[in-house]
């Protein structure tokens, strides 16, 4: 099987799902979800569906579970536009990734304001050192 035939299932996989999510879904705790990416398995039978959702351990718990009861209407949509034997049964995950990046700039953040203030500290120690000995006869 060619390579790139699952990459573009996953495209199209994650387009229809972000889609369908986004504008057809009504269940009220389905929200502040963000659909990052798919992955689909090589017999093309199940794909992951990788979503980021903001809010609380228990917020994104109860969206996680409201997509799970509606991956079999999300299925039905994507059935209608892949047209294949199969329609991928699919799984949605928890993608960390974004937290992840949002906790490391904050610590980067907070490591640079540290180093900052001592730097700043070192310069101007150097320049009252430059200014006394320029003051020297």
């Known amino acids: 099987m060619k390579s790139y035939?699952?990459?573009r299932i996953a495209r199209v996989i994650?387009?229809?799902a972000s889609e369908t999510v986004l504008f057809k879904l009504r269940d009220p705790?389905?929200?502040n979800v963000t659909v990052t990416r798919a992955e689909v398995s090589a017999d093309l039978q199940r794909a992951k569906?990788?979503?980021s959702i903001?809010?609380?351990e228990q917020e994104q718990q109860q969206c996680l579970a409201g997509l799970q009861r509606a991956a079999g209407?999300?299925?039905k949509f994507l059935g209608e536009r892949l047209k294949m034997r199969f329609t991928p049964t699919l799984l949605f995950v928890?993608?960390?990734?974004?937290?992840?990046?949002?906790e490391i700039a904050r610590l980067l953040r907070e490591a640079q304001?540290?180093?900052l203030p001592a730097a700043d500290a070192r310069i101007a120690s150097k320049e009252v050192e430059a200014s006394a000995q320029d003051e020297r006869p």
Not at 94 to 102: A, E, M, P
Request: proline share 3%; aromatic share 6%; net charge positive.
């Open 113 to 115: 304001s540290a180093v």
């Open 49 to 51: 569906v990788f979503v």
């Open 29 to 31: 705790l389905v929200k």
């Open 14 to 16: 994650r387009e229809t």
């Open 5 to 7: 035939r699952p990459a």
């Open 94 to 102: 928890l993608d960390k990734g974004v937290k992840n990046s949002l």
């Open 54 to 56: 903001m809010g609380t």
């Open 73 to 75: 209407f999300v299925q």
